[in-house]
Structure formats: structure tokens, C-alpha cells
């Protein structure tokens, strides 16, 4: 698959070294990324804005998966994650500098996550505002949407939404009449379908003309660490950064798991129409999938994560999946 970025705006003063550890930017910092769609090809998609980051402030209690907030009032929030923006005390390897989560409730001043987390107080989080299917790729006539539609799924691009490890599909009716818009693959109506921000998508895109998906949000500044599904599953994983970085830099074996290719995390990237997997060894080198004993040779820096394009993850001892800012770590 050929899957060209080209990236239009990038991050510049506010991705400063001082700002993983404890103070945010003044202000959020915008972007736009394009990136190529090749047809009838899979696409693996980064979505690396969020819609908007509405709130932002400093956490003052947590208890299990209720954090409580300071500085903030908030709205009921319907299409919302937290991210724990800083970390107060970098000495502690059990923080959740970098976790983002989906808020499944909320009061003015606490939200409810989908898991447990354990940010310590001060620590400044941000509230994400995430895409839908119809505000990142459009609806409407086909002129409106940023895929190939048809009136029927086997005519139109399929988008895949991954969570918890299941892959659900969705393709865009573009008629004219009141049952049109974004359906499932058995052709249910699904509108104002979430993108969480941690999660890519897979695009399997039809035969015809290049498409182009554009981008446009604001940026995080640090950390990103995603929560995953364990093994059999499959994560499509986020990567919310601008910067293309070798896989052997890109800090994943962080919270990867080493060992035997039997045992390992699997990381696949796509380039170039190919999906290529790949396993970390004991010894810290990382190696093709094909090479199920490490004695071949290590993967080298020309193997490289891209901007615009998601990690397709297989977590064998799931521990979430950890990207250290490019710019800072």
C-alpha cells in the first residue's frame, strides 16, 4: 500500500523539553496533517488531532476510575477522553503520565474513565474532544465525504472503528434520501459513531480514485500511552505524533513485552503496501515476525514510524501501549 503524509502544519515552540514533565503549553497548539488513501488497499490511519481540547486543568483526588478535577467545570460530556498531560513526580513508574481514556460519565468537576488510573494531584490533564465518523471523514453527497461512497457497502470504502480488540465496520450511503448517511455492514443506520483518540482506523479502501484525509485539531505534548486489549486481540493504535521515528528509537519497549516471538508483543507497520510485524527479544533488538529465533539480523533503523499511519498492536501481557513525545524523549 502507498501511503504518502504530507504534513502542512507543524508543532513548534510549545513541543519544548520542559513541557513532558510539568507545565503545559499557554495554549493548545493546532495542526492539519493529509495523508494519501491508496485504493484497494488497508489502509492503517493515525488520527493525530483531537477535535478541539475544551478544558484543561489540574487533577485533585483520584479513586479508582473517578478522578476529581480542579479548575474546570464541565458540561455532560458525550464524545470525550482525558489525557494526563504532565507528570509531577517522574520518579514514579506507576503514574498515568500519558494515558488517555475514554470519560464514560461526569459531573461538573469529576469524570468517570473506562479503566483505573493513578495520576498523581497537580498533575494537568486535558479533556479531548473526538472525532465522529461523520465530523473527521464527512456526510452527505459524495463531494462532502472523504471516502468512497456508493449505495452499497461492496461500492464503498469500509471503515473499521477498533475497541476492546473488535473490529466493527462502516460504510457511507451518500443518496438522498432520510435512510442515508454512515450504515453498518449489514446496513443499520449508525450515526455519530466515536472515534476514541486512542484508536486508528482501518480503512479498506474500493478500487477508483486516490483519496485524501485531512486532518485538523489541536495537539498533544507529551506522553502518549494507549490503552489496549490482550492478546488474541488486535489494537489499532493511535499515533498522535508529526514526527517519522525509527522503531528501534521509538521508545515502545517501554511497556512492550520482550521475550521469545511466541511470547512478545507484535508491532506491525504498514509502508509501501506491505504489513510488516515485528517482536523485541530479551537482548532489546527487535526483529521481523519471519525471523522466529532472533538470529538473523536486528531491525535497523530504516524500519520507521510514520506520521498519519496507526500501529496495529498484538499485546501478549497487556500493559497498554507507551510512545514517548518524539521531541522531548
Known sequence: MK???SILTLLVAALSAGASWGQLPVSPTSGIIQTALTASKSNLVAI???KSIPFEGTVSSVAGSVITLSGV?????????????????PSDANGAYGRVLRITANTATTVTVEAAITPKLGDEFQILEQYTLETL??????ATVQVLTGNSSGLSDI???????????????????????????????????????????LINRKAGAARTLRVQGEALTGR????????????????????????????????????????????????????????????GNWYPISDATGTGPAVTTAVKIKPGKALLITDRNPNGVSIPQPFTE
Open 224 to 283: 502518549f500511552r494507549a490503552q489496549t486489549a490482550a492478546s488474541p486481540a488486535q489494537n489499532v493504535v493511535n499515533n498522535p505524533f508529526l514526527v517519522e521515528t525509527p522503531l528501534i528509537e521509538a521508545g515502545l519497549g517501554v511497556n512492550s513485552t520482550a521475550g521469545s516471538s511466541a511470547l512478545a508483543d507484535l508491532v506491525y507497520l504498514e509502508d509501501a503496501g506491505t504489513i510488516s510485524g515485528y517482536w523485541r527479544k530479551n537482548n
Open 3 to 5: 501511503f504518502n503524509s
Open 48 to 50: 493525530p488531532f483531537p
Open 137 to 142: 471523514l464527512g456526510t452527505g453527497n459524495q
Open 159 to 201: 471503515v473499521y472503528v477498533e475497541s476492546g480488540g473488535v473490529f466493527t465496520g462502516y460504510w457511507h450511503d451518500a443518496g438522498v434520501t432520510a435512510t442515508d448517511g454512515w450504515k453498518t455492514l449489514a446496513g443499520a443506520l449508525a450515526p455519530n459513531v466515536s472515534i476514541p483518540f486512542g484508536k486508528g482506523l
Open 73 to 89: 467545570t464541565l458540561p455532560t460530556l458525550s464524545n470525550h477522553s482525558i489525557y494526563i498531560a504532565t507528570d509531577v513526580d
